[in-house]
């Protein structure tokens, strides 16, 4: 799907580079890491970018054969979670990223209505996602997308205290 803006949003295709999407990753988490958090996304190796995309559905925000943007849903939420969230059908939305060059143009709205939709069909009732406490633009953008705080936690490695956030699934 290619916007006015001559951005396709598309999912992640074999001929895709992972170091491109690595480095856009780095580039896009750079300022979270500046603040102290982090993130896998700051400095994870191609490895652990394919490792986080597999089983799960990367999609990407293309122009003129360069990677913009990405954001990856996948059906496995974190084990560790509250026996409470046990048989609901949650995606999980993960590394959510925008090239800083082109931020404030809706496209990582674009990818999360994207993200959202593909969950709606593949029957999920809710979709979750994480971010740092103190991550608080993050905290306030999903929050305008109907993200409601469901937990904190603080994940193995992370120097950080994450919210969990959910979003009910309209039909």
């Known amino acids: 799907m290619q916007g006015s803006d001559g951005v396709e949003i598309r999912r992640l295709a074999p001929g895709d580079s992972l170091a491109e999407l690595t480095g856009l990753l780095h580039r896009a988490y750079a300022e979270l890491g500046a603040m102290g958090f982090n993130y896998s996304a700051v400095d ?3 490895a652990e970018t394919a490792r986080r995309i597999d089983g799960g559905e990367c999609w990407v925000a293309a122009a003129g054969g360069r990677l913009l943007g ?13 026996p409470w969230r046990e048989g609901l059908r949650t995606g999980l939305v993960q590394q959510l990223a925008v090239d800083p060059a082109l931020r404030g143009r809706g496209l990582g709205g674009r990818l999360m209505e994207v993200a959202e939709e593909r969950a709606r069909e593949l ?7 994480d971010t740092a406490e ?5 905290l306030r953008l999903y929050r305008r997308r109907g993200y409601l705080p469901v937990d904190r936690r603080r994940w193995r490695g992370k120097t950080y ?9 309209d039909r």
């Open 123 to 129: 029957g999920f009732s809710s979709v979750s996602l």
């Open 134 to 138: 103190g991550a608080e633009h993050l």
């Open 44 to 46: 994870q190796d191609e």
């Open 161 to 169: 205290r994450s919210v969990v956030l959910e979003k009910p699934l």
């Open 70 to 82: 990405t954001v990856t849903l996948s059906p496995r939420l974190p084990p560790d979670l509250p």
